[in-house]
């Protein structure tokens, strides 16, 4: 079972950055395609942000400007870079992959993360 790993999570105070990175452990695989989700306490799972096997972007109106996701095939990693951090950004963020590649071979998936704590705060 593939198994997808965050990093990079932490307090951080506002206006400042972070970057997320999301791998597939392991692995032969490299995430084609997925995104970035965030959760707040009693709240249902967002998008943030979310990139396609062409590489195009989406993200969330609250986060445009702000937020950028990217993917390293080499490092078969997704990241999310986050700057100008507010406090309503705190949250839980996931991974979530909804495509992998491995030499050419594409699979259709829904994989999550655990999770990783962003917390925004002076």
């Known amino acids: 079972q593939v198994q997808l790993v965050e990093s990079g999570g932490g307090l951080v105070q506002p206006g400042g950055s972070l970057r997320l990175s999301c791998a597939a452990s392991?692995?032969?695989?490299?995430?084609?395609?997925g995104g970035w989700y965030r959760q707040y306490p009693g709240k249902q799972r967002e998008l943030v942000a979310s990139?396609?096997?062409?590489?195009?972007?989406n993200y969330a109106d609250s986060v445009k400007g702000r937020f950028t996701i990217s993917r390293d095939n080499a490092k078969n990693t997704v990241y999310l870079q986050m700057n100008s951090l507010k406090p309503e950004d705190t949250a839980v963020y996931y991974c979530?992959?909804?495509?992998?590649?491995?030499?050419?071979?594409?699979?259709?998936?829904?994989?999550w993360g655990k999770g990783t704590l962003v917390t925004v705060s002076s």
């Open positions: 979530k992959a909804e495509k992998l590649r491995n030499k050419g071979v594409y699979y259709i998936v829904d994989y």
């Open positions: 392991g692995s032969i695989f490299s995430i084609d395609a």
């Open positions: 990139i396609t096997s062409s590489g195009a972007t």
